[in-house]
């Protein structure tokens, strides 16, 4: 395993598994996961005063079924790529090398459950950073694409025919501006649907959690869906008109 490469001014982290060429085997399309909220739950920060991203490899649980979802994801055809904002280090919030230890942490746990992430890409940037070198406004943080279409470019993968999967409206945003479908994870209720209304933030679809993921794309894959450009969030605008919106 190839370790994380240090996040220099302008550059985000990234680990890729060697895997002896599985790459080649599943083709050009991939299924772009956000970290938190996908693969491990999330943690009340008492600080805060609300449910964010664990800061430490103590408090990251990875879910019992993440490890299954993407196995089964990878043997779909696609590849199973990470893509998150990670901005707790430039925020003084935990150290380098403690999100190193939750990255391995992940990854041993995923492995545990028969899993290997194809790779990772980390935005450790934040525009108001504590850490200087980490104060960026950078492209590669989340809404914008950048690290998704360099991890696109990286891996050889047709955006159109790939998926982002995230619990945040700023996955579906950046999905959308790559030109993938993007698949929200949550229950959307009503403060959170005239969030999405008002920031144009529609999601092509919306699941419970990672679980259910995998039987989404095999029934698309029967129907012979549509390319990102042309699904026209058809699954988001049943689901509004079901709610009266």
């Known amino acids: 395993m190839k370790g994380i490469k240090s996040a220099r001014r302008g550059q985000p982290s990234k680990t890729t598994p060697e895997r002896g060429g599985t790459s080649g085997i599943r083709g050009n399309r991939a299924v772009f996961l956000d970290r938190d909220g996908v693969l491990n739950d999330l943690e009340y920060n008492p600080e805060e005063g609300r449910i964010g991203s664990p800061l430490s490899a103590r408090q990251l649980r990875v879910f019992p079924y993440a490890g299954e979802a993407v196995t089964r994801i990878e043997g779909l055809g696609f590849k199973a790529i990470v893509v998150s904002n990670q901005p707790g280090v430039a925020k003084r919030q935990l150290t380098y090398s403690e999100f190193e230890r939750m990255n391995v942490k992940v990854k041993d746990e995923l492995a545990r459950q028969g899993c290997v992430l194809d790779a990772e890409y980390y935005c450790l940037h934040h525009p108001d950073a504590l850490v200087k070198k980490y104060r960026l406004d950078c492209d590669c943080r989340k809404p914008k694409p950048g690290l998704l279409l360099r991890a696109a470019r990286e891996n050889g993968v047709d955006l159109a025919r790939s998926f982002f999967v995230g619990d945040a409206l700023v996955d ?6 790559a030109g993938c479908r993007t698949i929200f994870l949550g229950h959307i209720t009503a403060f959170l649907s005239e969030m999405i209304e008002r920031g ?14 995998p039987d989404l794309l095999r029934s698309l894959d029967s129907e012979g869906a549509p390319p990102a450009e042309n699904s026209q969030n058809q699954r988001w605008t049943r689901a509004s008109r079901k709610r009266g919106q």
């Open 200 to 213: 144009d933030a529609r999601p092509d679809y919306v699941l419970p959690s990672l679980r259910q993921v």
């Open 172 to 177: 579906v945003k950046a999905g959308r501006a």
